[in-house]
């Protein structure tokens, strides 16, 4: 079982930075491939940006390549998304999700998540223009 807790979301103006961190529980952290996910009132959830168990291995989803950062640390159980560039659009509520992983390399990129075990309840971000 992993339990998973966002949070860095605020409100911040077009153009600004925020970053998300997500921590994790439990002792699976360092084999769970990570992903972040948004969903914006109105529309389905989206993947942003997934990273493997080693953080060898990242993607990113086109509307946030050159803005989005992945990270992660697994002596602190936690994953990253560093937001630069931020625009109005980008508003939504941003969830983090584990996947149980026997490869180290392995990233799960379905659209919606489908792949993903375990989802924290989420951190608000709003970005004002």
């Known amino acids: 079982q992993v339990q998973l807790v966002e949070s860095g979301g605020g409100l911040v103006q077009a153009g600004g930075s925020l970053r998300l961190s997500c921590a994790a529980s439990?002792?699976?952290?360092?084999?769970?491939?990570m992903g972040w996910f948004r969903q914006a009132p109105g529309k389905e959830r989206e993947l942003l940006a997934a990273i493997s168990s080693s953080g060898g291995t990242t993607y990113y989803a086109d509307s946030v390549k050159g803005r989005f950062t992945i990270s992660r640390d697994n002596a602190k159980n936690t994953v990253y998304l560093q937001m630069n560039s931020l625009k109005p659009e980008d508003t939504a509520v941003y969830y983090c999700a584990a996947v149980r992983t026997f490869s180290s390399r392995q990233i799960f990129t379905s659209p919606r998540g489908g792949e993903y075990d375990y989802w924290g309840p989420g951190t608000q971000v709003t970005v004002s223009s």
């Open positions: 439990g002792r699976t952290f360092s084999t769970s491939a």
